[in-house]
Each structure stands twice: as structure tokens, then as C-alpha cells.
């Protein structure tokens, strides 16, 4: 999916289910979520959006109009606060984020 893709469709009422995911201190990617598949959200020459920071890629989603996201971090460890012991071997954080405060 293009990042310019996403506000025709909010605006349409059918907003993607997009998630952030933290895939290094420094690397911030955004997917679509379509049942258990993610797919990659792109620029217009089909590049896979990559952002420095979390609040980059919020904001960014935030300039299309859509109203929350899901914001992912995993760890292949232990060692995230309030992750419970039997999640293993997927420990996962996921927080809902409201975008409308971003713009």
C-alpha cells in the first residue's frame, strides 16, 4: 500500500489498520495489517517508508487523517516490563495510539 493511499480512504470511511513497528532504536517501519498478513506501506516509488523516530512516523500518519494506530515493539527477550513470562517466544508490546493530538 502507498502512503497516498491512506487519506482517500479514511476519508472514505475506511481506514487501513496500520501499525508502526520498532525494528531498531532508529528504525521505524509502518505495515498494514490485513487479516494475519502485514504488507509494507510504501512511498510512491514503492520504497518501504523508513523513519527515524516513533513520533516521525506517527506524525506522518497523523498528515493523512487517520485517527489511531497500533505502535509495536518485540523483543526476543525477556527483559520489557509488563510482558508476561508465558508469551514466549513472541514477546510483544502493543499500545493504541491516538493521532489526532500529532497533527
Known amino acids: ?11 472514505a470511511g475506511q481506514p487501513p489498520q496500520l501499525e508502526v ?3 531498531d532504536p532508529m528504525i521505524y517501519l509502518v ?11 510504501t512511498d510512491e ?9 516513533r513520533h516521525r512516523a506517527l506524525c506522518t500518519l497523523a498528515e493523512t487523517g487517520l485517527a489511531q494506530t497500533e505502535f509495536v515493539h518485540r523483543s ?4 520489557m516490563i509488563g510482558i508476561a513470562q508465558d508469551n514466549w517466544p ?8 491516538k493521532l489526532r493530538n500529532l497533527t
Do not use: Q
Open 31 to 41: 505495515f498494514r495489517r490485513s487479516g494475519d498478513d502485514l504488507v509494507p506501506v
Open 21 to 23: 513497528h520498532a525494528i
Open 90 to 97: 513472541a514477546y510483544e508490546l502493543r499500545e493504541t495510539v
Open 1 to 11: 500500500m502507498k502512503l497516498s493511499a491512506i487519506n482517500p480512504l479514511v476519508r
Open 45 to 53: 516509488r514503492g520504497k518501504t517508508l523508513r523513519f527515524p523516530s
Open 76 to 79: 526476543a527477550y525477556t527483559e
